[in-house]
């Protein structure tokens, strides 16, 4: 069973920012393709960010500009920067590792944010 430790949510103010980093086993990180997800209650999950192993990015549209995906290779961790964070930011995180063979996902970790 692959594991994803993600760590890093928590309470935040609208208008503050939070960092999550989410490890991934070095043999699953160097092939993988990384994002990060979130799931609101009632809602789908839906894309956050991804980056490729070359370092390429894709948001989308609702935090484009307010959060950064990035990679740390050496460490096989990916990490979310979240900055200007809104109430509809409020959801459960989720770390994903993708590659031709499987997708591989954390627990997920807690990001409220209030008005």
């Known amino acids: 069973q692959v594991q994803l430790a993600e760590s890093g949510g928590g309470l935040a103010q609208a208008g503050g920012s939070l960092r999550l980093s989410c490890a991934a086993p070095?043999?699953?990180?160097?092939?993988?393709?990384m994002g990060w997800y979130r799931q609101s209650p009632g809602k789908q999950r839906e894309l956050v960010a991804t980056?490729?192993?070359?370092?390429?990015?894709n948001y989308a549209d609702s935090v484009e500009g307010r959060f950064t995906i990035s990679r740390d290779n050496a460490k096989n961790t990916v990490y979310l920067q979240m900055n200007s964070l809104k109430p509809e930011d409020t959801a459960v995180y989720y770390c994903?590792?993708?590659?031709?063979?499987?997708?591989?996902w954390g627990q997920g970790t807690q990001v409220t944010v209030s008005s």
């Open positions: 070095g043999s699953i990180f160097k092939i993988s393709v």
């Open positions: 994903c590792a993708s590659n031709a063979w499987d997708d591989y």
């Open positions: 980056i490729s192993r070359g370092g390429s990015t």
